[in-house]
């Protein structure tokens, strides 16, 4: 019996380690919300690239260029933790703009493989996304596409930097920002309303 | 013997004959041998959509997706083996590569290597591939016939982008972690020579007379250029945000690299090391290949799905092809099939 529940433990220890043998592959997070409200007056609320209060999370931006590319901006987070963006594209006429994070505040250090590893405050590493809108009928449909490799790159990643961390970070950040958004045209309106898929 | 002529030719810049006739001469030369002209070959891109677990097979004559091939396990890495009409697609969380029989669109086979599977490429005459493996720090080296690992080459952390060179005497490999470049004797599959270069290089390329390597510094937002002999670091170019990879164009005087982060494409005169232009092309560009006519760039555009096609005579954007989700491509994937 022992040997069995030996020889078990090991073929499970080998299955958990294929399994998580994952390649750091770029993810993609697509959250859409439809809003009950004319494009433009949803685009007037979230366009400047340089105003960030409109998202829950976001105590406060510190920012420099408007809304030209290249321009920067530092978001504090209510929860404590800054992330520093960069605007790489902007399109008034399309209703969207593209960043990137270019720096993130530290929440912990862990050790993993005998190694110091660095948490930060969204646990993703390459992060991009895409903010637009667009007009249908009178409605709107909100697009928040966001882009990014896992917080850990190399084989094997510890919990608080794998692909399960990283999906839960961004699904946090994106729908507490629709939500709230939603929420400015139809108050009382369900977090459901938002649409998650996630690619990798 | 041939090909050795046609490369003597278009190394030789000393001698003074226009490129126009000596184009000319080697076609000649090659019709007169019986090699069929190149002209009437028919070439496919063949676009790994990660995403979307499938292969998109492009005729680049009509530039129109006419097949579109499963490939589970995360499809990344291309390489092509025109002499046995194969192509090979490396799966990283398939743990190896998919064999497509390049003449039915069909895959023939999995192969399995190890669970980092990345970097992929064919030696010139068909008979070997390599697949460079992101975790494990090694290469495997398996032949084409029954797709028997043959021996296995320890290099530097995060091996990615390889070529060959054209005698298939010598391999050349980045070591992304590493960040460096290493050669690799292909008779004792040893390493001969190793150097620095920018940080986190990826795609790596090779002229035509294997003289010349370009690597693509993701982190350092450059192109470092070497020497093949003694690997002589010979200039870095500034170029977009965190370039992928790169491919030579117009008897390689061109060199055409993919910014991730910029939706460019930034053209480099190979002559003067200089960055002539940056081509807009889809969002997330990644893997890049030259087509055989030498004036065709393709691009994978990961997040758009798309292929970008560029003149790179003229340096605009021909046509955007619909691929799939996550196209990335990274390898040579174009192939003429006879």
Same mark, same amino acid.
């Given at each position: 019996m022992k040997q069995v529940s030996v020889v078990l433990s090991i073929l499970?220890?080998?299955?958990?380690?294929?399994?998580?043998?994952?390649?750091?592959v770029r993810g993609k997070l697509t959250a859409k919300?439809?809003?009950?409200?004319?494009?433009?007056?949803?685009?007037?609320?979230?366009?400047?690239?340089?105003?960030?209060?409109?998202?829950?999370s976001i105590a406060g931006t510190d920012a420099k260029g408007g809304n030209k590319k290249k321009a920067t901006r530092i978001l504090t987070l %209510? =929860?404590? *933790?800054?992330?520093? @963006?960069q605007l790489k594209a902007y399109k008034a006429d399309k209703m969207s703009y593209k960043y990137k994070i270019t720096d993130m505040s530290t929440v912990k250090t862990i050790t993993h493989a005998g190694k110091d590893e660095i948490v930060p405050?969204?646990?993703?590493?390459?992060?991009?996304?895409?903010?637009?809108? %667009? =007009?249908? *009928?009178?409605?709107? @449909?909100?697009?928040?596409?966001?882009t990014y490799y896992r917080g850990y790159l190399n084989n094997n990643p510890p919990s608080e930097l794998n692909e399960d961390a990283a999906d839960k970070a961004v699904t946090a950040v994106l729908k507490a920002g629709l939500a709230n958004l939603l929420g400015k045209f139809q108050s009382g309106a369900k977090d459901s309303a938002i649409k998650f898929k996630v690619k990798r | 013997m041939i090909t050795v002529l046609k490369l003597d030719l278009f190394?030789?810049?000393?001698?003074?004959?226009?490129?126009?006739?000596?184009r000319y001469g080697v076609i000649v030369l090659l019709v007169l041998a019986g090699v069929p002209s190149l002209a009437v070959a028919a070439?496919?891109?063949?676009?790994?959509?990660?995403?979307?677990?499938?292969?998109?097979?492009?005729?680049?004559?009509?530039?129109?997706?006419?097949?579109?091939?499963?490939?589970?396990?995360?499809?990344?890495?291309?390489?092509?083996?025109?002499?046995?009409?194969?192509?090979?697609?490396?799966?990283?969380?398939?743990?190896?590569?998919?064999?497509?029989?390049?003449?039915?669109?069909?895959?023939?086979?999995?192969?399995?290597?190890?669970?980092?599977?990345?970097?992929?490429?064919?030696?010139?005459q068909g008979e070997r591939v390599f697949v460079a493996d992101w975790y494990e720090n090694n290469i495997a080296v398996f032949e084409t016939n029954d797709f028997e690992l043959l021996t296995t080459i320890s290099v530097g952390q995060s091996p990615s982008g390889m070529a060959v060179s054209p005698d298939d005497r010598w391999l050349y490999v980045a070591n992304r972690v590493?960040?460096?470049?290493?050669?690799?004797?292909?008779?004792?599959?040893?390493?001969?020579?190793?150097?620095?270069?920018?940080?986190?290089?990826?795609?790596?390329?090779?002229?035509?007379?294997?003289?010349?390597?370009?690597?693509?510094?993701?982190?350092?937002?450059?192109?470092?250029?070497?020497?093949?002999?003694?690997?002589?670091?010979?200039?870095?170019?500034?170029?977009?945000?965190?370039?992928y990879a790169s491919a030579l164009a117009l008897q390689d005087t061109l060199l055409f690299v993919t910014n991730q982060d910029d939706t460019t494409v930034s053209v480099i005169d190979t002559q003067t090391l200089t960055e002539i232009k940056q081509i807009e092309v889809g969002e997330k560009p990644e893997g890049i290949s030259t087509h055989p006519d030498g004036e065709r760039v393709y691009v994978a555009n990961w997040y758009d799905g798309t292929v970008t096609v560029i003149d790179a005579k003229t340096l605009t954007v021909v046509t955007t092809i619909k691929t799939g989700d996550g196209s990335r491509a990274f390898g040579q994937f174009i192939t003429e099939i006879q």
């Amino acid at each position: 019996m022992k040997q069995v529940s030996v020889v078990l433990s090991i073929l499970f220890f080998i299955f958990m380690s294929t399994a998580q043998a994952h390649g750091p592959v770029r993810g993609k997070l697509t959250a859409k919300v439809k809003i009950n409200a004319p494009a433009e007056k949803v685009w007037a609320i979230i366009k400047n690239f340089d105003d960030m209060s409109w998202h829950p999370s976001i105590a406060g931006t510190d920012a420099k260029g408007g809304n030209k590319k290249k321009a920067t901006r530092i978001l504090t987070l %209510k =929860g404590g *933790g800054t992330i520093t @963006e960069q605007l790489k594209a902007y399109k008034a006429d399309k209703m969207s703009y593209k960043y990137k994070i270019t720096d993130m505040s530290t929440v912990k250090t862990i050790t993993h493989a005998g190694k110091d590893e660095i948490v930060p405050v969204l646990p993703v590493s390459n992060y991009a996304a895409t903010l637009s809108v %667009k =007009g249908k *009928g009178g409605s709107s @449909e909100v697009k928040w596409v966001a882009t990014y490799y896992r917080g850990y790159l190399n084989n094997n990643p510890p919990s608080e930097l794998n692909e399960d961390a990283a999906d839960k970070a961004v699904t946090a950040v994106l729908k507490a920002g629709l939500a709230n958004l939603l929420g400015k045209f139809q108050s009382g309106a369900k977090d459901s309303a938002i649409k998650f898929k996630v690619k990798r | 013997m041939i090909t050795v002529l046609k490369l003597d030719l278009f190394n030789n810049s000393k001698v003074s004959i226009n490129s126009k006739m000596t184009r000319y001469g080697v076609i000649v030369l090659l019709v007169l041998a019986g090699v069929p002209s190149l002209a009437v070959a028919a070439s496919f891109a063949f676009i790994s959509n990660q995403l979307d677990n499938n292969v998109s097979v492009i005729d680049t004559a009509s530039n129109e997706v006419i097949e579109t091939v499963t490939v589970t396990g995360k499809p990344v890495g291309v390489a092509v083996n025109r002499q046995k009409s194969q192509v090979y697609i490396s799966t990283p969380i398939g743990n190896g590569f998919s064999v497509l029989d390049a003449n039915n669109f069909k895959i023939k086979r999995k192969v399995t290597t190890s669970n980092g599977a990345l970097g992929i490429v064919s030696d010139n005459q068909g008979e070997r591939v390599f697949v460079a493996d992101w975790y494990e720090n090694n290469i495997a080296v398996f032949e084409t016939n029954d797709f028997e690992l043959l021996t296995t080459i320890s290099v530097g952390q995060s091996p990615s982008g390889m070529a060959v060179s054209p005698d298939d005497r010598w391999l050349y490999v980045a070591n992304r972690v590493d960040n460096s470049v290493s050669q690799i004797d292909l008779n004792t599959f040893k390493i001969r020579n190793t150097t620095k270069v920018g940080t986190h290089p990826f795609g790596l390329t090779l002229d035509q007379n294997g003289q010349r390597i370009y690597v693509a510094n993701v982190e350092s937002d450059d192109v470092s250029i070497l020497t093949t002999a003694g690997l002589k670091r010979v200039g870095k170019v500034q170029v977009g945000s965190r370039p992928y990879a790169s491919a030579l164009a117009l008897q390689d005087t061109l060199l055409f690299v993919t910014n991730q982060d910029d939706t460019t494409v930034s053209v480099i005169d190979t002559q003067t090391l200089t960055e002539i232009k940056q081509i807009e092309v889809g969002e997330k560009p990644e893997g890049i290949s030259t087509h055989p006519d030498g004036e065709r760039v393709y691009v994978a555009n990961w997040y758009d799905g798309t292929v970008t096609v560029i003149d790179a005579k003229t340096l605009t954007v021909v046509t955007t092809i619909k691929t799939g989700d996550g196209s990335r491509a990274f390898g040579q994937f174009i192939t003429e099939i006879q």
